[in-house]
């Protein structure tokens, strides 16, 4: 059984959060971009069997939704 391991998270003080995970197997490895903010829960998964692939796209969607958030965060 593979556990889920956070590669980053950036999280407020209200438990609002943008994180970027994966599953600890060697190939083929899984990652999920999650971010909740008040009502809203949205991840995203990225599962071809290429893990680079995975780890490259889901690394690029979570850059961009941690600026997206923190710039909302900041705004409030």
Excluded at 31 to 59: C, K, P, Q, S
Aim: overall charge negative; proline content about 0%; glycine content about 6%.
């Amino acid at each position: 059984m593979n556990r889920i391991v956070v590669v980053d998270r950036v999280m407020t003080e209200d438990g609002d959060f943008v994180e970027l995970t994966h599953n600890s197997a060697q190939q083929g490895r899984v990652y999920r971009v999650e971010i909740e903010m008040g009502f809203i829960h949205w991840n995203e998964w990225y599962t071809t069997l290429d893990g680079e692939l995975n780890a490259r796209l889901a690394r690029d969607k979570f850059i961009e939704l941690k600026a997206k958030f923190i710039e909302r965060k900041e705004m409030a």
